[in-house]
């Protein structure tokens, strides 16, 4: 088990970047832990790992796309993704990242998974991570990394996947949503606009994505207001701002979603 803290660089190229996935790619290590501070705008190309990936936000919000959809990461929350699996990355904010790269024998994974990190997840993330300078001793690190790899199996994991179509007028829509969500946006409106009739609107809409377009309209308003409440600006004008009427109305389908109220979210994220 090896670790690479670079948390400390002010600035990342795009050379530095691959240059660290060879040492992934390349090591034959179990376990690798990588540490690392990614600037606001940052992109990482499509790429994939021979290893699973638990890439992990400490701080900050990322967006990781595959060919089947987006995930959104924010802090506290970690993408587990499949050996294999090509994906690109955006940071929407500058992001403190912590990833866990485990051999795919360890970890059965067929399709990614947005993860919550546990307290205690985090905090093992943490010390596999800094191993090197806090010269763990290797009985030390195994302890650590058994630990890790059982925790991973039990951490909860969160809705904020979202399905993309594959179509390209259906994913226009889509796109053009995520700028501009609306909580209240009708089904009769999009059929409207790609000259369909709403019952087979309907059936492309679930054929495509795998959801309803009320189940993915609500998971989008919540996945295009985290980046703004990490961000700090006020619930009332996220809330409102994603077409819902009140406070209320937002926080019961946030709660739904994440398990608990935004602002006691945002506080144990905070913490």
Known sequence: MRAIDLTRQDSLSEKEHFDSLSWIESAEDLVLALGRIYPAGFRVPAHSHGKTQL?????????VS???GRWMLPP???????AGLEHSTEMISEVHMH???VDPSLIDQHGPRVLEVT???GSLIEELVQSDEKQLTARRKRLIMELLLDEIGQLPERPLG???PGDPRLGRLCRHFLKSPD????IDDWARDLGMSRRSFTRLFRAETGVSFVTWRQQACIFASLPRLAEGEP???????????????FTTMFRRMLGSAPSSYLKSRAA
Do not use: K, M, Q
């Open 235 to 249: 619930i009332t004008n996220v809330a409102l701002d994603a077409g819902y009427e009140n406070i209320a109305a």
């Open 162 to 164: 979202l399905p993309f």
């Open 66 to 68: 595959t060919a089947g």
């Open 99 to 101: 990833s866990i790269y």
């Open 119 to 121: 307290p205690l997840g």
């Open 76 to 82: 506290g929350h970690g993408l587990l993704i499949p």
């Open 183 to 186: 909580a209240n946006a009708g």
């Open 55 to 63: 890439w992990s936000a400490r701080r900050g919000v990322v967006v």
